[in-house]
């Protein structure tokens, strides 16, 4: 059964800091791969799209991707406040099929 | 781009009544819709995919005659929960894809659903 794999949290990281959000998949065919961000009551909203190895920034967001490893993570820059919330680790296998992770809780500590 | 719109956002009611939900694709069309439903604290869980133009398919678990999907038209797709219970609360989401291969899904703003 294809898998996507998070650590469910809670990830406390002190504001400023940099947190690092980590996510494995068990298809090693996967070939894109995606960052939501959930808040409290809300639906996931798109952060982050990577589709090759390496990194990817985007403002105070950078997703790396390791297909070898089947590892990719989400590093987010100058912690806010405002980050705090669920993070969904989602990944597109061959079978053109998105499959989530049940998401890591991320709190950023004023 | 690629903006997803779900009505309604709220829905209390009594149990025993049919709740339609409708997600639309604004700016896409929408081959392809997905329903998930999340309880407080729990993950996202897939409900059923909705294929324009043909039945949905149906999670292991989701009873189908409960919880009908139609997808008539490549930017509409609705869910009806069918004499809903207090059991069936709960937060629906739909999302869809916009058609670029091996691209996101894009996700409505939910509907909470409660029943009392």
């Known amino acids: 059964q294809k898998e996507v794999e998070q650590n469910s949290g809670p990830l406390s990281v002190p504001e400023g800091a940099i947190a690092s959000l980590n996510c494995t998949y068990s298809?090693?065919?996967?070939?894109?791969f995606f960052w939501y961000r959930q808040y409290s009551g809300k639906s996931p909203e798109l952060i982050m799209s990577?589709?090759?190895?390496g990194d990817k920034e985007d403002g105070r967001f950078t997703a790396q991707l390791n297909k070898a490893s089947q590892y990719v993570s989400l590093l987010i820059r100058d912690s806010q406040p405002s980050d705090s919330a669920t993070y969904l680790c989602?990944?597109?296998?061959?079978?053109?099929?998105?499959?989530f992770g049940k998401g890591t809780r991320l709190h950023i500590l004023p | 781009g690629a903006v997803v719109s779900q009505h309604p956002s709220r829905v209390i009611c009594k149990s025993g009544t049919s709740v339609k939900i409708e997600c639309r694709s604004l700016?896409?069309?929408?081959?392809?819709m997905f329903w998930y439903r999340q309880f407080p604290k729990q993950s996202l869980m897939l409900m059923a995919t909705?294929?324009?133009?043909?039945?949905?398919?149906?999670e292991q678990g989701v009873e189908k005659d409960k919880f009908l999907i139609n997808h008539a038209s490549l930017t509409l797709s609705t869910l009806t929960v069918t004499s809903a219970h207090p059991e069936d609360s709960s937060f629906y989401i739909c999302?869809?894809?916009?058609?670029?291969?091996?691209?996101?899904?894009?996700f409505g703003d939910g509907t909470r659903l409660s029943i009392l």
């Open positions: 999302s869809a894809s916009d058609g670029q291969p091996m691209g996101p899904q894009h």
């Open positions: 298809d090693r065919g996967s070939q894109s």
């Open positions: 990577i589709y090759s190895n």
């Open positions: 989602a990944v597109n296998d061959r079978d053109d099929k998105i499959i």
């Open positions: 700016d896409f069309q929408a081959t392809t």
């Open positions: 909705s294929n324009e133009g043909s039945k949905a398919t149906y």
